[in-house]
């Protein structure tokens, strides 16, 4: 099975400010990575995947295998970026998703 | 952009009541699936449907559980017998592929009392 840890719960940075939320996987297999965000009283919506390769909002997110991480990151991060983040690796034949618990991004103005 | 709708938004209970949470997924996704949210918890994977049945299930989905679609749109979860842990969000998702990620619901909020 899967496990994801997000270690920071809450992270607050200023509007403008790089940030980078954390994530680091076990696996067993190659799985495939994902972001998902949750927005204050909104779905849960899907951000990025890693198959794409894309940067959505200015958010990129690289898998480093070595370090089995799937940190996402923006360099400039805006009011509206403020939500719930979750890294959410797949399982091996994409029958479900494996959370992580999450970090609560707060920008600041 | 099509949308999963889930219904009630907000359900409250007596414990040891039956509840069915409904979803409607997006019309040609062909992968269903529930979530739940324990408030300050994590999402967890509760059970995937596809092709008419059960692909996998979670040992949260015990036989208190079971989902069922009755008439090709609708994707219904029920709980037997509700008890006080099962106060949670419910989220539905459908996927086309799952290779591409999900779509979820705004989910059901089940408080059971």
Redesign the interface.
Known sequence: AQRVTQPEKLLSVFKGAPVELKCNYSYSGSPELFWYVQYSRQRLQLLLRHISRESIKGFTADLNKGETSFHLKKPFAQEEDSAMYYCAPSSYNFNKFYFGSGTKLNVKP | EPEVTQTPSHQVTQMGQEVILRCVPISNHL?F?W?RQILG?????LV?FYNNEI??K?EIFDDQFSVERPDGSNFTLKIRSTKLEDSAMY?C?S?G???????????TRLTVV
């Open positions: 992968y699936y979530y918890q994590k999402v967890e994977f995937s692909s996998e979670s989220f998702a996927s592929d799952g290779n591409y990620g999900y779509t979820f619901g705004s989910g």
